[in-house]
DNA sequence: ATTGTTGTATTAATATACTAATACAATGAT
DNA sequence: ATCATTGTATTAGTATATTAATACAACAAT
């Protein structure tokens, strides 16, 4: 899974973005472990500092936790996963439909779009 | 209309995504006269060389042209402004299909979310 | 003819993002 | 006991984005 990072978003953000997808999504367990920052960070070829703010952006939401010198670790709490989860994916919802609205489509186009470009792949 | 800009991109991508939604949508009808680019510049609240960089992405695409001296205009050209909307259109539905992919989401439970979203309001 | 407005260009200053290079304390492995 | 690895913190340097302050030439309006 390729670290697929764009220069017209904040770096972290964009790392806590994938690192939170790759939870919800189950890549990364709950309870297991995480690479190192250090690793994370020479996988996605950012500065373990960048890597760091958008781990602590993570744990500032629970979604992980720091035991200071074994490592890291996805949080247990799979209700917390399974909110978050359907949260980032209300947002994306809203997002999606704002941005389809400004562009002029009423939101049974969009639906009808959406349904179609699905039947096409 | 208000312009609603945020810090986590580029001030000027911004400005350019939101006059480029607004020439699609036909709130700025093809061939009428746009605001000066110092008076976009104070509406939105930005450095007129901000607006400025948005306005030269815009004609880059064949969306404005600029009169040097007397003001810049919406271009005639319907089939490019209805061809940009459609472009524009598909490629935020394949990025929102995407993020909802990455997020565990299958394309029939997105479409399922949106319809229900649709039915909602 | 003068004045104001147009798009455009230039230069400097400031703020921020990211990288780079370390350092430290705590722990597990050897 | 020693050593490598862990998360964390600090400081500096560099690149970029944005603002700021102008300036200019061309045209419209007066």
């Given at each position: 899974m390729p670290w697929q990072l764009k220069n017209d978003r904040q770096i972290w953000l964009q790392l806590a973005q994938i690192l939170t997808q790759r939870i919800v999504s189950g890549?990364?367990?709950?309870g297991v472990r995480m690479p190192s920052v250090r690793d994370l960070a020479a996988e996605a070829g950012v500065n373990p500092n960048t890597m760091q703010r958008a781990l602590v952006y993570l744990e500032e939401r629970g979604l992980v936790s720091a035991q200071r010198n074994t490592g890291r670790y996805v949080t247990q709490d799979a209700q917390l996963i399974s909110d978050t989860r359907h949260a980032l994916a209300q947002e994306e919802l809203t997002l999606f439909c704002e941005k389809m609205r400004l562009l002029g489509f009423t939101p049974e186009e969009t639906s009808q779009l959406l349904k179609s470009k699905g039947e096409s792949e």
């Open positions: 890549q990364y367990a709950p």
